[in-house]
């Protein structure tokens, strides 16, 4: 893992802002940007005192008490969801829907990412209900960059 890390953090340079999932050792030996943790992960203050203050930490959150706890932490952002059902994830937590990231939205002035089933279809309704931005895994697949395309049609 370390290696094909250390090779995309070779590849796009600093052009592109890399951040680790879970694994705060190896987004500071692979030069990476940040760290993502889930609820099972180091805490997100375990991991500030890992990465230092320069590098961005991000945490997970699945219902209103976990944004709030979030939140507290001091993340850099908080990602919200699933907000659809999601084929990404073996045991997914149950779907927030819009109304959570809505909730999410009222309880954090933190950025915040919305992840879990967004598509190119429903991309829009999840920025207007309040996410900044979106975390997209199997809606960029086989064809990433037709993928991108119609989501930069349809959000730019």
Do not use: C, W
């Amino acid at each position: 893992m370390l290696s094909h890390a250390r090779e995309l953090r070779r590849i796009v340079g600093r052009r592109i802002t890399l951040i680790m999932n879970d694994r705060a050792d190896l987004a500071l030996a692979a030069d990476f940007d940040g760290v993502h943790v889930g609820q099972e992960d180091l805490s997100v203050e375990a991991v500030r005192r890992i990465v230092g203050p320069k590098m961005i930490v991000g945490a997970s959150t699945h219902n209103p008490e976990q944004v709030r706890k979030a939140d507290e932490a001091n993340p850099d952002y908080i990602a919200i969801g699933p907000v659809f059902a999601t084929a990404s994830k073996e045991n997914p937590d149950p779907v927030v829907g819009l109304e959570g990231v809505k909730l999410a939205r009222s309880l954090t002035s933190k950025p915040l990412v919305a992840i879990g089933g967004i598509t190119a279809a429903n991309a829009r309704s999840v920025i207007e209900a309040g996410a900044d931005s979106l975390a997209l895994i199997s809606a960029l697949l086989p064809d990433p960059t037709k993928s991108v395309a119609q989501f930069q049609q349809v959000l730019l």
